[in-house]
């Protein structure tokens, strides 16, 4: 299976973003195209059933309100030296 972030519709430019991070390794910058497959299954109707889920899945992640960043993107460290 194979799909366009920008193709779904309802999708902001920062959403879309989101879901390419999500999806990681599948995603194609190349082509702007998230990749996936499953063998999981015994019959290739569930394989396809599953992977609609896991779709709907990230897309309603990619949707959700964004998580704060992280303390040590907030309050970096000072700089470190190194001794030799």
Request: aromatic share 8%; hydrophobic share 35%; net charge positive.
């Amino acid at each position: 299976m194979e799909f366009c972030p920008s193709d779904i519709p309802g999708l902001t430019e920062e959403q879309q973003l989101k879901l390419k991070k999500l999806a990681g390794a599948r995603y194609n910058p190349e082509k702007d195209i998230v990749r996936m497959s499953c063998e999981r299954f015994e019959h290739q109707a569930q394989n396809k059933r599953y992977l609609g889920d896991l779709v709907n899945k990230l897309i309603a992640a990619a949707k959700a309100s964004p998580s704060p960043l992280p303390l040590r993107l907030l309050f970096p460290s000072s700089e470190r030296t190194f001794q030799y």
